[in-house]
């Protein structure tokens, strides 16, 4: 069987012409000068899009390593009062027992306002269950609490941002005999 020219060729179409596609015509053909004017329009529409995501993406690597870089500007900056504050103790001739124990007083005073406004809480859990992911048992001691209950804290623990940047060291009650 011998398939004719009409066979082979797929049907023609109005949605697949040249003018379709915004081509003008010579002939029934396209217009090659044309349809290589715009391959070379798309072609510098694709480069120039390719090197601003280059760009935005370079942008965005540098902007994440000087938010590394300054991360901690703030804290440091909320610091530098505390150190001011020793640095004013410690230049005291002859410190009275009182006035080092009101300059202690004010300077951690100042730490905690450091602190609070950098976000860094701290973890006291006296007489609160012991949590794994917030304390660090050192050891276990009878006690009259409930087993299971933090009865001492040896060293505070903190936290910022509801992370944990030191656990508490803590001595947990043992479940009687």
């Known amino acids: 069987m011998q398939e004719s020219e009409n066979d082979i060729l797929p049907e023609s179409t109005d949605e697949n012409t040249p ?3 915004g081509l003008e015509t010579v002939d029934g053909l396209p217009d090659f000068g044309e349809v290589l004017r715009q391959a070379e329009e798309h072609r510098d529409a694709w480069l ?8 935005v993406r370079r942008r965005a690597q540098e902007d994440i390593a000087k938010a590394s870089k300054f991360a901690i500007e703030r ?10 504050s020793l640095e004013a103790a ?14 202690s007083e004010l300077t951690l005073r100042q730490l905690a306002a450091a602190f609070e406004k950098s976000g860094v809480k701290e973890v006291n859990p006296a007489g609160e ?28 623990g903190y ?11 803590v001595i947990v009650a043992k479940p009687k005999d």
């Open 19 to 21: 003018e379709t596609f």
């Open 48 to 55: 120039r899009a390719k090197a601003e995501t280059e760009n």
């Open 75 to 84: 804290f440091a900056g909320e610091l530098l009062a505390v150190k001011d």
């Open 90 to 103: 410690q230049a005291v001739e002859n410190p009275s027992i009182e006035s080092l124990k009101d300059g």
């Open 129 to 156: 269950r012991f949590d794994p992911n917030f304390h660090q048992a050192i050891s276990m001691i009878e006690s009259e609490q409930d087993a299971g209950t933090v009865v001492t804290v040896l060293q505070k």
């Open 159 to 169: 936290l910022i941002a509801e992370r944990v940047l030191r656990p508490a060291l």
